[in-house]
């Protein structure tokens, strides 16, 4: 059974690079059907999709956040991980890594909460 | 970029009844659209893709339908835990979400 969990520090100051990972069990992020991605959620807010990266190492990304994130992997570690640049207080969320097939999130994390504050 | 719009925002039934959710696109995205479910504190879950599929595990009573631009998510006989936020996906421009739409008791 797939497992996704993502770690990281759960506060960050404004400015700062909010750098997240998530670990996959159960499942390779080598797998050649399937992306590995990230979303989040704003407090209260719905759900905002960030990116995605294939095991060829492409890259997709949501084109408002597009120049201020990067997404890679390292499949030594069957890891994937997200760095954002520049946070503000309105990157304040929790934070899903998913697995996406044929377009669709049908693993998900149980989410990271990271907040941005001085 | 393609927009989608749930309606409505808040879905107001009882244990036992029909629920109807809404969700339209701003052009035509065939059939490639999903439907989570996020309880409270909860991660969301995958209930629908391709408009009408269901996912493993999900139970009858949630279907899917609709294509190009308008579909819609019926829950046939609402139960306790189907009491949650529901958001629609599409997967043509790199999943952006609809606004969602909570079902409340």
């Known amino acids: 059974q797939l497992q996704l969990q993502e770690s990281g520090p759960g506060l960050v100051k404004p400015s700062e690079t909010l750098s997240l990972t998530c670990t996959v069990s159960?499942?390779?992020?080598?797998?050649?059907?399937?992306?590995w991605g990230w979303t989040r959620q704003s407090p209260g807010k719905g759900l905002e999709w960030i990116g995605s990266i294939f095991y060829s190492g492409d890259v997709h990304q949501n084109p408002p956040l597009k120049s201020r994130f990067t997404i890679s992997k390292d499949t030594s570690r069957n890891q994937f991980s997200l760095r954002l640049y520049s946070v503000t207080a309105s990157d304040t969320a929790v934070y899903y890594c998913?697995?996406?097939?044929?377009?669709?999130?049908?693993?998900w994390g149980q989410g990271t909460l990271v907040t941005v504050s001085s | 970029e393609i927009v989608l719009t749930q309606s409505p925002a808040t879905l107001s039934l009882s244990p036992g009844e029909r629920a109807t959710l809404s969700c339209r696109a701003s052009?035509?995205?065939?059939?490639?659209l999903a439907w989570y479910q996020q309880r409270p504190g909860q991660a969301p879950r995958l209930l629908i893709y391709d408009a009408s599929n269901r996912a493993t595990g999900i139970p009858a009573r949630f279907s899917g339908s609709g294509s190009g631009t308008d579909f819609t998510l019926t829950i046939s006989s609402l139960e306790p835990e189907d009491f949650a936020v529901y958001y629609c996906?599409?997967?043509?421009?790199?999943?952006?979400f609809g606004g969602g739409t909570k079902v409340e008791i």
């Open positions: 052009q035509s995205i065939n059939y490639y």
């Open positions: 159960g499942g390779s992020i080598n797998s050649t059907i399937h992306h």
């Open positions: 998913v697995r996406l097939r044929s377009g669709y999130l049908v693993d």
């Open positions: 996906q599409q997967r043509t421009n790199l999943a952006p």
